[in-house]
């Protein structure tokens, strides 16, 4: 079945330090990614997104380029902030059977950032 | 306001008596759906709703009911809560369609506790 894999975390950095959050899957097929952020004490929101190979999703700074060959959706941002302290998720949705019930979510990682 | 809003926030309950947690959107979705989320674990979906009427089971089903009589409530329901039913609850719309192409949009969680 699909399968998101994060790396371990919790992760903490400094501010202005550079970000990265490794994501891999397993999938049949091409399917689609996303990036979701969790704020404390709130729901999950989409922070980006990539429907096929070689999209890069970006906003509020992030960005996740969608990579085939190696079957990863790593996140990414050049300077983080302390307003981007939130646990990060990295999710799928596969394009066949079962394409419109549900996100596959990896396990998430926290996010700390430090003045 | 766009909203998914979930109640109550916060519930501590023994075990077997039974309870519900509601959940509601103002967005028009079709597509509802409730997942759990657990230290280590992710988030796992309980149950999902293509539209009225029509409800399936997602991966981790047992111990919960649900119903979808009008397109706006998706409310969730234990039966008889075990502890092992200890944990964060969110409800999440989506217009329809795909989940390839529309995103997720999440409620602020529920916290339960099961004695």
């Known amino acids: 079945g699909d399968s998101v894999t994060q790396m371990e975390g919790p992760v903490t950095l400094s501010e202005e330090a550079f970000l990265t959050i490794n994501c891999t899957y397993t999938a049949t097929g091409y399917p689609s990614l996303f990036w979701y952020v969790q704020y404390p004490g709130e729901g999950l929101q989409l922070l980006l997104k990539a429907t096929k190979a070689d999209d890069k999703g970006s906003n509020k700074g992030f960005e996740a380029t969608y990579r085939k060959e190696t079957t990863s959706f790593h996140l990414e941002k050049g300077s983080v902030q302390v307003s981007d302290s939130a646990v990060y998720f990295c999710?799928?949705?596969?394009?066949?059977?079962?394409?419109?019930?549900?996100?596959?979510f990896g396990k998430g990682i926290t996010l700390s950032v430090r003045p | 306001e766009a909203q998914v809003t979930q109640n109550p926030r916060y519930l501590i309950t023994v075990t077997g008596k039974k309870l519900t947690v509601t959940c509601s959107q103002n967005m028009n979705h079709e597509y509802m759906s409730w997942y759990r989320q657990d230290p280590g674990l992710g988030l796992r979906q309980i149950y999902y709703s293509m539209n009225v009427e029509v409800t399936d089971k997602g991966d981790v089903p047992e111990g919960y009911k649900v119903s979808r009589k009008e397109k706006r409530n998706f409310p969730l329901i234990l039966e008889s809560p075990s502890p092992n039913q200890t944990s964060l609850y969110f409800c999440?719309?989506?217009?329809?369609?795909?989940?390839?192409?529309?995103?997720?949009?999440f409620g602020n969680g529920t916290r339960l506790t099961v004695t």
């Open positions: 999440a719309s989506s217009w329809g369609g795909s989940l390839r192409n529309s995103p997720l949009h």
């Open positions: 999710a799928l949705s596969s394009l066949y059977t079962g394409a419109n019930s549900k996100l596959t």
